[in-house]
Structures are given as C-alpha cells and as structure tokens.
C-alpha cells in the first residue's frame, strides 16, 4: 500500500489548511457580503454531513493538519455540531486544529458543545458594538446575540479572534475603540479590507478602506510593533503595547500575501477553489459519490494542485463597476 502524497501545488507551497463551507446560508444580511434577498442553495445540491466528514478525512490523508469549519453562517446547519464531534476525534490523529468562523448569533447556544468536541478557537465577525450601526450593517438587529455568545465562548474556555472588516465612512472612527474593546476582553482582533466577491447593493468602491491608511491612523493613539506570531492564514500581526493585545491585519487588495499561500477552500456543494480569488475549481462532489470514492477524491486533490494560481488578482475597480468576482463570499467560504 502506497502513503498518500502530501498536497503540493505547482509553485511548490505545500497546502496543509483547508477552509470548508458546511453552508451557503446565513442568518444576517450584511450589506458588503451579500443582498438583502439572496438566492441560497437548493438544499438537494449541499453535500451531506457523511460526505463533508468523507471529504475531511480525504484532506486529512494528503497531509491537512488544520481545518476550519465556515459558511455562511455554519451553526444555523442542523446537527452541524454532529460533524464537528467526528472531525474532533482526528484532533492529534493526523489534524493539528479544527476552527470555526462564526458571526457568533447562535455561539451562546453551541459553545460549550464545540470546547468538548475539540475545538479550541473561534473566528467571530464583528464590524461595530454599536447596535444601531450593526443592524444598518448586518439587515439584522442582532448585536445583543453576538455578544452573548462571545462571552459565552470566554466562558467555555475557547479562544476568540474577532474579525472586522473595515469600511470606510462606516465603522471607520470606531476601530480603535473596537480593539481596545477587544484587547480588553482577551480577543485577539484582525482587520480585514472589504473584498470584491459578489453583486450588491451598495458599491464597494465607495466602503473600500486601504488597511496602510487605517495603521496610520492607530499609530497615533498606539504603539504597534511587527508580532513574529504566524497563524494558518494570511494576516501580518502586530502586539499593541498600551491593550497587552494582538492585532492582524488582512491586506488582499494593498499587498498581495499569496507567496506563502498553504490553503484551498471546499464550497458546501463540494467545489474546490484553488484560490479565493480565482476561478480555479475542482469538483469534488463527483468524486465522492462515485464508486472508486477514495481514489477519485485523491486524484481531485491532485487535479487541484496543478490548477492553483500563484496568486490571487483582487482589485477594487471603478464606481458602479462589476465586481472580480461574480460569487459570493457565503458560496465560497470565508
């Protein structure tokens, strides 16, 4: 019997961290990821738990030692928490970490159940504390739900990184309350620039907030120093002397960080993105539910490695201009 091969793309980066969509839907409607009267997926196309958990392992046998459960919004998926227990138990039988992104509505109700089935961190968006603001943002007045389960996940032991995304002449003025705040709490806390993924109805031309603008704008309440901290992903951290705390910034658009690039993302229908902004895809969902399914999810996997870019080709255009991507963001995967 031969050992599986490790997974290694084409600009020799070897991929050991993948992001996987249990769902496209999501309980909020936040006005830079998607329309207020989005079009989800038919439920018959989503793959099921057994396949998601087939399709893990089938990663996890390539050398995956990290993945992240995503949507959407991951928790409004019924028995979901089923799919992390059985993903729990590969936890240091050949997975290092199993993760979760949240916008953390439905976290007060889930997070005692994920700390006992293995998972040690969580990812939560948050844009604003300010609930007027929030419900602008999100379509939905549901600040007070996202705060309950944050302190409900600090109090099941979990770790929290909040995800912010930066808007300009939106949350803008209020980030660095929000990493005081989030520092304060014993978050971690990351910006992120808006992405182009997707048609909707604002234009993101006129929200797009350049993350060098806004380290120039903290620098003069903080003092910011280069973190060595790394994580599975693309962020450049930074410790903040006066909160104690850790602050990344994602720069897709201002600075390209594909070099060192070790992830692909799965869609909850079972298409591979080889790159979240890229085209290149794989269907996965074939291969599992045909009759060779272990060996034709490998020879997937190996089809995936010879069709990653070197980088991704992101860019904020014009006003009214479609946006790099038609797809959206709850489709891929955060």
């Not at 893990?56 to 227990?85: Q, Y």
């Not at 039988?93 to 006992?116: Q, Y």
């Not at 897709?252 to 909850?268: D, H, I, Q, W, Y």
Request: one cysteine or more; aromatic letters at 6%; hydrophobic letters at 40%.
């Amino acid at each position: 019997m031969t050992t599986p091969q490790p997974l290694i793309d084409q600009f020799k980066r070897r991929i050991s961290y993948l992001r996987l969509s249990v769902t496209d839907r999501c309980d909020l409607r936040c006005s830079y990821c998607m329309p207020e009267r989005q079009t989800f997926l038919p439920r018959s196309e989503v793959l099921s738990l057994e396949e998601l958990h087939q399709l893990a392992l089938g990663f996890i046998a390539r050398g995956v030692t990290k993945i992240r459960l995503t949507g959407g919004e991951p928790l409004v998926r019924r028995d979901m928490i089923e799919l992390v227990r059985a993903l729990g138990r590969q936890v240091g039988e050949g997975l290092e970490e199993l993760t979760l992104t949240t916008n953390g509505t439905r976290l007060a109700l889930f997070a005692d159940d994920l700390a006992a089935a293995g998972v040690r961190r969580v990812n939560v968006s948050l844009d604003t504390l300010d609930r007027t603001r929030f419900a602008e943002l999100a379509r939905r007045d549901s600040l007070p739900q996202v705060l309950e389960g944050l302190a409900a996940a600090k109090a099941a032991g979990l770790k929290v990184k909040i995800n912010t995304v930066a808007l300009k002449g939106v949350n803008e003025a209020e980030l660095p309350d929000l990493i005081a705040w989030a520092h304060g709490q014993g978050f971690d806390l990351t910006m992120i620039e808006v992405m182009p993924l997707g048609e909707v109805e604002t234009d993101r031309f006129d929200h797009y907030l350049p993350l060098d603008a806004v380290r120039q704008q903290l620098e003069q309440r903080f003092t910011l120093a280069s973190s060595a901290h790394r994580s599975g992903g693309p962020a450049r951290y930074f410790d903040v002397a006066e909160t104690g705390g850790r602050l990344g910034l994602i720069t897709p658009l201002t600075n390209n960080f594909c070099e060192g690039c070790n992830r692909v993302r799965v869609t909850a229908t079972g298409q591979l993105y080889a790159c979240l902004g890229g085209t290149e895809q794989v269907d996965l969902r074939a291969a599992l539910r045909s009759d060779d399914h272990d060996a034709q999810l490998s020879a997937a996997l190996d089809r995936a490695m010879a069709i990653k870019p070197e980088r991704h080709h992101f860019a904020i255009r014009a006003p009214g201009a479609a946006p790099a991507l038609p797809r959206h963001m709850s489709l891929t995967g955060g």
